[in-house]
Nanobody, 131 residues
Framework: QVHLEESGGGLAQPGGSLRLSCAAS????????MTWARQFPGKGLEWVSS????????YYADSVKGRFTISRDNAKNTLYLQMNSLEPEDTALYYC????????????????????????WGRGAQVTVSS
């Protein structure tokens, strides 16, 4: 059974950094694309970044491009999101999710699109950016 668990969230100052981790189990990790998405209070899911199963393809939302880096360690069954130059607008609940196959789309414009391609989700990690 698929299990995803996020960690590494917390409080950061504007301009600071955090690294999220997502520990995966219950499936062959390197066979599946993974994604990070976030949810603002009272809003739907917003796509942040995705990575293919072998890590060769990565994609980012415009809002985080150049500041966030997605990566994965297939030997450790772990997905990462390095978040630099954090802004108060990055405050959200961050989720990792497992794709349906090894490839991922290059962008997701709605919660519905995300939930179509990514069916298994973790419980989320809170990131708060505040001085």
């Amino acid at each position: 059974q698929v299990h995803l668990e996020e960690s590494g969230g917390g409080l950061a100052q504007p301009g600071g950094s955090l690294r999220l981790s997502c520990a995966a189990s219950g499936f062959t990790f390197n066979d599946y694309a993974m994604t990070w998405a976030r949810q603002f209070p009272g809003k739907g899911l917003e796509w942040v970044s995705s990575i293919s199963g072998d890590g060769s393809d990565t994609y980012y939302a415009d809002s985080v491009k150049g500041r966030f880096t997605i990566s994965r360690d297939n030997a450790k069954n772990t997905l990462y999101l390095q978040m630099n130059s954090l802004e108060p607008e990055d405050t959200a609940l961050y989720y990792c999710a497992k794709g349906r196959g090894s490839k991922t789309g290059s962008t997701y414009r709605s919660s519905q699109e995300l939930l179509t391609d990514f069916r298994s989700w973790g419980r989320g990690a809170q990131v708060t950016v505040s001085s």
